[in-house]
């Protein structure tokens, strides 16, 4: 769906901005929102462009940047901290050659640390796009990611 | 999810099922007949006396009294109303909520409406972290099934009331949870938290009075209706009446939500979770989230309710218990919650924004041996006193609680 029909499922009510914005970033190949659907959506709602930049910087789910198909996002708060995520974390970086700015060598993944996911439960965990992922471990994260990588997993 | 009542507790109050309730499975049994009856059989004031008879208080961290809450938004006039839904759980180890919303959303439909219909509210909101899918996804098709029903919308149930509840989803911000930050970001902003007073209860979605109340805190409303007020003090102990959601979580050989009488003590749990893994020694247990406190060995049998833990200097929090063993490091988790705090600041105020880079400088040079404990405790000491809100203030539980073990 492009912006201006995802535009057409909200009222110019101000407080559809993150809602918005959501579909935006879900509608996208690369996840990501640019200026252009910024400028669209304000122009929209009759806001500033800068109150739209200024929300789209501030929830961690939303980037500028280029992004990537799959955005992963591992646990890293207590209790995965205990369960040790920060090696899960060097392992998907390793696996995927990630490089400065976590993206994967083959530009199909992100990798990024991110607070509590709720999911103490199966503690180690990560999001990949919107499906969970639990009790973590290198042959199981190997796993993911090559049904990722052969299509077999569309999230 | 793994989510067991106590065997302490003769009849659950919120985990009463084990499957998703549907409208159907919710109606079958008994859902949306305390709504109904509610609104044709009692004023709004006869409901707030209700709640304010049970003692609730406020699951979402600060235990604040619901019944009392509510009575000042009923007291006000305006134009509009709101009542709100807190679903952004976000404080780490926590995940009771996510259960609430994943099996009984209609309970949480049901509620929000009866506190509108009590405080005299004309529109509901349910703001739920968008890292929450499964949540979402149940919350949204129960809204459509209540909407198709006549449970939401105009005239519903024909008792001549009217009321709409609208979803918002979050992502990606702890503050968000903080009550103020929450209206922020429906109305649009950045999450920022406003200077209170004025509470929300006064003035605040759009400057409307607006109650806010946590997930948990709201799956309380219909059982305390319907069986009313002496039936849940029945329940917990005399100052924290009613049951608790505990998250229990870390080194233990089941984790999962434990429904369980407030006063239950951290042993019972712990025995609940099947004991510690791979049978090691229990070390200590962080109680409240990443803003709570340690409590250690020799504090077993401690019963945690709000008023037992407030006493011993630590805090029930969210109801978040991670246990801990003797092979965990309790010094880089120390660490990683500074480091949480430092990432999830908004940077609204200078002590928070400031202070929490310089408490982690701080904590290094402790655990090198060039500073002592004190110096730590001035500084979070003065975040405590000086932060805007509780982010700022939630660096000193967690480290006077580590220092003094
Ligand atoms: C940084 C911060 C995060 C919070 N996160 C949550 C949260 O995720 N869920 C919640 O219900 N309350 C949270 N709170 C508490 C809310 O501000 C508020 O007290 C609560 O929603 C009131 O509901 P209750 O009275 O039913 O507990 C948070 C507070 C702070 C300071
Ligand atoms: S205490 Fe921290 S999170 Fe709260 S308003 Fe100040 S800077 Fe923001």
Redesign the interface.
């Known amino acids: 769906m492009d912006i201006e029909n995802i535009l057409k499922k909200y009222s110019k009510d101000k407080s559809y901005l993150l809602e918005i914005m959501h579909d935006a970033k879900e509608s996208k190949e690369n996840r990501s929102l640019d200026l252009n659907d910024l400028k669209v959506i304000s122009k929209y709602l009759n806001i500033n462009l800068s109150a739209a930049y200024g929300a789209a910087t501030f929830y961690s789910a939303f980037s500028l940047k280029l992004q990537a198909k799959y955005i992963i996002r591992v646990c890293s708060s207590t209790v995965c901290h205990i369960k040790k995520s920060y090696d899960i974390l060097l392992f998907l970086k390793s696996l995927l050659n990630c490089d400065d700015d976590n993206l994967s060598k083959d530009g199909l993944f992100a990798v990024s640390e991110v607070g509590c996911l709720g999911l103490c439960d199966i503690s180690p965990s990560m999001m990949i796009n919107n499906q969970v992922y639990g009790n973590l471990d290198e042959n199981s994260i190997k796993r993911i990611v090559e049904e990722l990588k052969n299509g077999s997993n569309g999230t | ?2 989510a067991t009542a106590h065997k302490s507790l003769k009849e659950p109050i919120i985990i009463t099922t084990y499957q998703t309730q549907c409208l159907e499975d919710y109606i079958d049994n008994g859902g949306y007949e305390t709504l109904k009856n509610v609104l044709t059989k009692y004023k709004p004031n006869e409901i707030i006396e209700q709640i304010k008879a049970s003692e609730l208080l406020g699951r979402g961290g600060a235990a604040f009294p619901t019944g009392i809450k509510w009575n000042f938004t009923a007291q006000i006039k305006a134009d509009h109303k709101f009542v709100i839904c807190n679903a952004d ?7 009771k ?2 259960w609430i919303l994943e099996h009984k959303p209609h309970s949480l439909i049901e509620a929000i409406s009866i506190c509108a219909y009590s405080v005299g509210g004309d529109k509901g909101y349910i703001y739920i ?6 949540s979402i996804n149940r919350v949204r098709k129960a809204l459509k099934e209540a909407y198709d029903n006549g449970f939401l919308g105009e005239n519903i149930l024909e008792s001549g009331f009217s009321f709409n509840i609208e979803l ?7 503050v ?1 949870g903080e009550e103020t930050a929450l209206i922020e ?7 920022f938290p406003r200077f209170k007073p004025p509470f929300p209860g006064i003035k605040g979605l759009w400057g409307y009075p607006t109650v806010i109340n946590n997930v948990e805190t709201l799956a309380n409303i219909v059982p305390i209706i319907k069986n009313g007020a002496d039936w849940f003090k029945n329940y917990g102990t005399k100052q924290s009446s009613g049951t608790k959601l505990y ?1 229990v ?3 233990v050989n089941k ?3 434990i429904e369980a009488n407030l006063g239950v003590t951290l042993k019972e749990l712990l025995d609940a979770a099947q004991g510690m893994k791979n049978n090691k020694v229990f070390k200590c247990a ?1 109680i409240g ?2 803003s709570g406190g340690f409590v250690y060995k020799n504090e077993l049998d401690l019963p945690l309710s709000y008023e037992t833990l407030k006493e011993a200097g630590k805090t029930l929090g969210s109801g ?1 218990v ?1 246990f ?1 063993s003797e092979d ?2 309790g010094e ?2 120390l660490k ?2 500074l480091t ?1 705090f430092k ?2 600041s ?1 940077g609204k105020c200078v002590p928070c924004r400031e202070g929490y880079p310089k408490l982690i400088a701080m904590y290094e040079a402790f655990l090198e041996n060039r500073i002592k404990a004190e110096n730590i405790m001035k500084l979070a000491d003065v975040m405590f006193k000086t932060s805007l809100c509780a982010l700022g203030q939630s660096a000193k539980m967690p480290l006077e609680t580590y220092f003094k073990s």
């Open positions: 999810m793994e759980e976000g404080e780490p180890g926590t995940f909520d996510r972290r968008g890292e929450y899918a499964e918002r989803r979050g992502d990606g911000s702890y968000c970001s429906i109305e649009g902003k950045r999450a998250s979580s870390g080194s984790s999962g939500v962080l989230g990443a978040a991670l801990l965990d490091n880089s988790l990683n919650i949480f990432h999830e908004c």
